[in-house]
């Protein structure tokens, strides 16, 4: 069984960083496309980023580009998200989620297994 757990969440001041980890157990994270999403309270579920099996291609929201960075290391199973410059609009509960499929897309019902999600808070 698919099992995520994602850390590296915290509070954080505008203009900081921080660095998310998604490890996966259960199986083997080459097998999958990672998504990194985030939510935040009375909002959508929101697409940031993510990065494919095969190839490592990757994709951004335009939130994202130039300040979030998502990688992988299958060696360890674990991605990651570094997050640079952050905003006070960044504060969210971020997730990390598979796909069993190729193409990296940012849309939440192609994810079928998601981890507990971490909390980042921006602020002064």
């Known amino acids: 069984q698919v099992q995520l757990v994602e850390s590296g969440g915290g509070l954080v001041q505008p203009g900081g960083s921080l660095r998310l980890s998604c490890l996966l157990s259960?199986?083997?994270?080459?097998?999958?496309?990672i998504g990194w999403f985030r939510q935040a309270p009375g909002e959508e579920r929101e697409g940031i980023a993510c990065?494919?099996?095969?190839?490592?291609?990757?994709l951004y929201a335009d939130s994202a580009k130039g300040r979030f960075t998502i990688s992988r290391d299958n060696s360890k199973n674990t991605a990651y998200l570094q997050m640079n410059n952050l905003k006070s609009d960044d504060t969210a509960v971020y997730y990390c989620?598979?796909?069993?499929?190729?193409?990296?897309?940012?849309?939440?019902?192609?994810?079928?297994?998601w981890g507990p999600g971490t909390q980042v808070t921006v602020r002064s």
């Open positions: 990065i494919s099996r095969s190839w490592g291609s990757t």
């Open positions: 259960g199986d083997t994270l080459d097998y999958y496309t």
């Open positions: 989620a598979t796909d069993p499929g190729s193409a990296c897309r940012l849309v939440p019902a192609k994810y079928n297994n």
